[in-house]
């Protein structure tokens, strides 16, 4: 029973997220000329990654203060030199010899 319940759930879930993709591109069928409109759908995928992402920054690595200096560094590294896998890594590196300095300074 258990089975049929979460069936009907996937089910329910793909057919919401189905129409919910599908029904604007049938309903409407000419291109949009509004300038803001179309501002807004091309910066809107960014937006709702920033929004989803940023929270997260802060409380991933257990400590602000090693976050903080994550987040630093992936924005200096962005301003520098705007490349996605230099400021992860760059973020990632700078998190985690933030993170190993306070360890050692603790002890």
């Known amino acids: 029973m258990d089975l049929v319940y979460m069936l009907c ?3 329910a879930v ?14 409407i069928r000419r291109r949009f000329k509004n300038r803001f409109f179309l501002s807004l759908l091309r ?3 960014f937006g709702v990654l920033a929004a989803m992402i940023f929270p997260a920054v802060f409380t991933c690595c257990g400590s602000v203060l090693v976050s903080v200096i994550g987040c630093a560094a992936a924005l200096l590294i962005a301003f520098i030199r705007p490349n ?4 992860a890594f ?3 590196g ?3 010899l933030a993170d190993f ?4 300074l603790s002890n």
């Open 9 to 11: 759930g996937i089910a």
């Open 14 to 27: 793909s057919g919401t997220t189905y129409l919910i993709r599908c029904l604007p591109i049938v309903v």
């Open 43 to 45: 910066y809107l995928p």
């Open 84 to 87: 996605l896998l230099l400021v």
């Open 90 to 92: 760059g973020a990632v």
């Open 94 to 96: 700078a998190a985690w």
């Open 101 to 104: 300095i306070i360890r050692i």
